[in-house]
């Protein structure tokens, strides 16, 4: 209720009445823990019934640096929870260079409206390096699509939903954070204030005080760097966004295409992927960054014939994490989405995994803060960590998997591209897309899909191997 | 690379590569011409790749070439010096097996030791062919786990400090 009394400079004393009267303490024994085992249980009433009650009865406060699918999600989580809110965003309409999918089980899973989506893409085009294209999505059911979402508008529904949920959301720039001197202590924030109001340019600075941290900022987060996460390898990813002409458009209504190759990039793909009114043209690497500008070249001629005549609005490139920072939590720190490191392999995925993050994070501070009544302490965030990895791990690792054996050389890439045309392939790979779970295939179509797959990959590099000997 | 010509063949038409252009004398199709062909057109794309078309698509698949035709063209003359090379490891092994222990090779047919050591020895002469292929196999190893240390490293520290403050 008492939201707006959150006065951004001043959180130091705050007053603690209202928190109190809507104090909804529970018996740790009976609160609501979402999915996780008996282990995870019992884990989870020793932290809060060891971690102190908050002195004065005043709740909880959290900052939540940034502001994508991953900070969005976490300050509603936390708001909704019970638990005193900031949000702080640098740009609230910034549009990042994304390529903007996202799972269908997302849409439900955060009750996103239909109109977010802009695009339902249905066929995606996989093509190999000898041009061979292979339509995948003849399976998907007919309310089955991939959404492609501009993250302009998906990152501003998700912060206005929190900040209906009580969070507060502020305009500045994270600058750096005070570790608390004593044990129980708290963080100071400092940051950039921005104001649009009163014309001031570059903002001013203000800090804060809160009891813990979720670092929300992606691939170059400064909460990550305070806390001393550690470095990750990154990919850059480079996207032009083309306006092409309405009879061309019309061919990716509702498709996408990924070109893979040694001449789009040496160990991802390039992509065209539509979007509102124009379509995205780009590519990624991490072992040839210097060479980004030439595999857009050769992303843009393998697409040509599709977008000739498009006028280039936008030039984007931007980092994209591998894998995980060395550290994702650091006393009431923690890390969430693209800052910790939650992209795929293999696909480039980061939107739901980010989103996701976010809320298993706050559910864990507001199920170790007994709904923000107490303070919460590394155990509590490792919980987040825990049950994160337990649950896509084997999601990430499938994919890096695969990422390894099918984009090495652009024989088992004519391979994979073989293997993609199988409906039983396709198939599986939406449906873990799509739904985010693991579902135990048939075994005899399992081997059949062996057996195929590694006649595709022998057939490949055996053709690869008389190209060695041949000069044309 | 932009002003290089496109890929052309008499023999490749509509996207595949017309068999009936690949018969030899007796009318059958000639799959080593196959095989030379398709690679020739994959080497010339790798060195001045084209623009994918929907209208011009590439139908031409690899699995319509008979699986003997592989076999003849790439193992048969790698077989025989893999078999050579599997028989005389086999019959060594064999031969120290029975000179150590004294079980006789029948015997050691039976023998759940002398089968894995059986199964090691054809595993081994197929997958390590060259010497560079043990260099190999450790880098794939190495790269297989690669992506579970950075996984794990949150969780290294934390075993000995656990309840730390």
């Not at chain 1, 070109?259 to 379509?279: E, I, L, Q, R, T």
């Not at chain 1, 070249?297 to 994490?321: C, F, M, S, W, Y």
């Not at chain 2, 080593?32 to 060195?47: H, N, S, T, Y």
Request: net charge positive; proline share 4%; charged share 25%.
């Amino acid at each position: 209720a008492s939201r707006g009394a959150l006065a951004a400079a001043t959180m130091t004393s705050l007053s603690s009445s209202a928190a109190a009267a809507r104090a909804t303490f529970l018996p740790s024994s009976c609160r609501a823990r979402p999915a996780g085992g008996r282990r995870s249980q019992l884990l989870v009433t020793r932290a809060a019934a060891s971690s102190p009650k908050l002195p004065g009865g005043r709740k909880l406060r959290v900052a939540v640096v940034g502001g994508g699918p991953a900070g969005g999600a976490a300050a509603e989580a936390l708001a909704k929870g019970g638990v005193e809110t900031v949000l702080i965003e640098r740009k609230m309409d910034n549009c990042k260079p994304c390529g903007g999918a996202i799972p269908l089980c997302m849409v439900s899973e955060f009750d996103l409206p239909l109109d977010l989506v802009d695009r339902r893409v249905t066929k995606m085009k996989m093509i190999s390096p000898s041009n061979v294209a292979v339509d995948i999505g003849r399976t998907l059911a007919p309310h089955e699509y991939i959404g492609m979402v501009r993250r302009e508008v998906l990152d501003d529904f998700l912060r206005t939903r929190a900040q209906k949920a009580g969070a507060e959301v502020l305009n500045g720039l994270f600058l750096r954070y005070e570790a608390p001197k004593e044990r129980n202590g708290t963080y100071t924030v400092h940051y950039n204030h921005y104001d649009s109001s009163n014309g001031k340019v570059g903002g001013e600075k203000r800090s804060f005080e809160v009891d813990a941290i979720v670092g929300a900022d992606g691939a170059n987060s400064r909460v990550a760097k305070d806390m001393g996460a550690g470095d990750y390898e990154y990919a850059i990813a480079f996207q032009e966004r083309v306006k092409i002409p309405d009879d061309k458009m019309r061919y990716y209504e509702e498709r996408a295409e990924m070109y893979v190759g040694d001449d789009v990039s040496p160990d991802f793909y390039g992509w065209v992927f539509p979007k509102c009114d124009h379509v995205a043209v780009g590519t990624g690497t991490v072992t040839h960054k210097a060479d980004i500008k030439k595999f857009q070249a050769a992303t843009r001629l393998r697409a040509k014939d599709k977008i000739e005549g498009g006028k280039i609005i936008r030039v984007e490139a931007h980092p994209i994490p591998e894998h995980p920072r060395p550290k994702r939590v650091s006393g009431r720190v923690t890390l969430v989405g693209d800052a910790a490191g939650y992209v795929t392999k293999c696909s480039g995925e980061g939107i739901y995994f980010a989103a996701k993050s976010g809320r298993m994070c706050a559910e864990a501070i507001v199920a170790g803060s007994a709904n923000g009544t107490r303070l919460v302490d590394e155990s509590d965030l490792r919980k987040y960590l825990a049950e994160f990895d337990r649950l896509y791990w084997p999601t990430y690792k499938v994919l890096d998997i695969l990422q390894k054996v099918f984009y090495r050389s652009n024989a088992a890439r004519e391979a994979f591209v073989e293997m993609c045309a199988d409906d039983y392939v396709q198939r599986m790979t939406f449906d873990s897309y799509l739904y985010k779970r693991v579902v135990p295939g048939n075994p005899i179509e399992d081997i059949k899909l062996a057996v195929n797959t590694i006649g595709s990959l022998v057939r490949a590099t055996a053709l690869r191997r008389e190209m060695g000997k041949l000069t044309l | 690379a932009v002003a290089s010509p496109k890929f052309q063949d008499s023999r490749w038409v509509n996207g595949t590569w017309d068999l009936s252009r690949f018969g030899n004398t007796g009318g059958a199709v000639d799959w080593d011409a196959v095989i030379d062909a398709e690679a020739r057109r994959r080497k010339w794309l790798e060195d001045s790749p084209e623009a994918s078309s929907s209208e011009d698509a590439v139908v031409f698949d690899t699995s319509i070439i008979p699986w003997w035709a592989w076999i003849k063209r790439f193992h048969l003359p790698e077989a025989e010096k893999l078999n050579g090379r599997a028989a005389m490891v086999g019959f060594f092994m064999a031969y120290f097996v029975d000179s150590l222990t004294g079980v006789g090779l029948v015997d050691q047919m039976g023998n759940f030791f002398c089968k894995t050591l059986l199964f090691v020895a054809v595993a081994g002469v197929l997958l390590v062919r060259k010497n560079e292929d043990i260099d190999n196999l450790k880098k794939l190893i190495d790269e297989s786990t690669f992506y579970d240390k950075q996984w794990q490293s949150t969780w290294q520290d934390d075993s000995p400090s656990g309840p730390k403050k």
